[in-house]
């Protein structure tokens, strides 16, 4: 059965760091793209970023690129997705989720759960 | 703002059919994607390219595209169908990039 789960929900300051995780299991995890979807409060779906963990070619959404960073541990079947700096705009619900098919003609099939960043001082 | 367009709101009568569109100029040479999403729960794939239905999706649930829109039919339409629908497909300035609609939400009546 494949899964995807995701690292809990985290509270953070502005200015701080963050890497959440998102962990496959019941597939080829070096097989299939993996991308990252935010959910700000009340609003709808982001595509934020993609990569292939066979070898972590990347690809970002102009929207988030330079903003966060996307990567994987193949040793442990895990993609990541990573900020140096957070901003109280980063504040939203991060999902993962895995890319079936070819890049450019493939869709999401499974998701994980979710994990809620909240940025406040 | 997004390449893909969605009414914000639609409502249907129980048992009733609806169709919810996403417009866009990538989906003339791609198809679309779409997902469900209820209040606190992650997406969920209703339809997938070339109009397809995953296991474990009820048959009233069917895509079709013409032009550049895709369209989500829900044929008999029940309480629990009521959720925000997105339209996902590709990018049409950089086709190695996703795009999702803004999304629809489902009211049944």
């Known amino acids: 059965e494949v899964q995807l789960v995701q690292s809990g929900a985290e509270v953070k300051k502005p200015g701080e760091s963050l890497r959440i995780s998102c962990k496959a299991s019941?597939?080829?995890?070096?097989?299939?793209?993996i991308a990252w979807v935010r959910q700000m409060p009340g609003k709808g779906l982001e595509w934020m970023g993609i990569?292939?963990?066979?070898?972590?070619?990347?690809g970002y959404s102009p929207s988030f690129q330079g903003q966060v960073t996307i990567s994987v541990d193949k040793s442990i079947s895990t993609a990541y997705l990573q900020w140096s700096s957070l901003k109280a705009s980063d504040t939203a619900m991060y999902y993962c989720?895995?890319?079936?098919?070819?890049?450019?003609?493939?869709?999401?099939?499974?998701w994980g759960q979710g994990t809620l960043v909240t940025v406040s001082s | 703002s997004s390449e893909l367009t969605q009414d914000p709101a639609v409502s249907v009568a129980l048992g009733q059919t609806v169709r919810i569109t996403c417009q866009g100029d990538?989906?003339?040479?791609?198809?679309a994607t779409w997902y469900q999403q209820k209040p606190g729960q992650a997406p969920v794939l209703v339809i997938y390219?070339?109009?397809n239905r995953p296991s474990g999706i009820p048959d009233r649930f069917s895509g079709s595209n013409s032009g550049n829109t895709a369209s989500l039919t829900i044929t008999g339409a029940q309480a629990e169908d009521e959720a925000d629908y997105y339209c996902?497909?590709?990018?049409?300035?950089?086709?190695?990039?996703?795009?999702f609609g803004g999304g629809t939400k489902l009211t049944v009546l």
């Open positions: 989720a895995r890319h079936l098919g070819p890049r450019v003609t493939g869709f999401f099939d499974y």
């Open positions: 019941g597939y080829s995890f070096t097989s299939n793209w």
């Open positions: 990569i292939y963990p066979g070898d972590s070619d990347t």
């Open positions: 990538s989906l003339r040479n791609y198809y």
């Open positions: 390219p070339k109009n």
């Open positions: 996902y497909s590709r990018d049409s300035s950089a086709n190695l990039l996703g795009v």
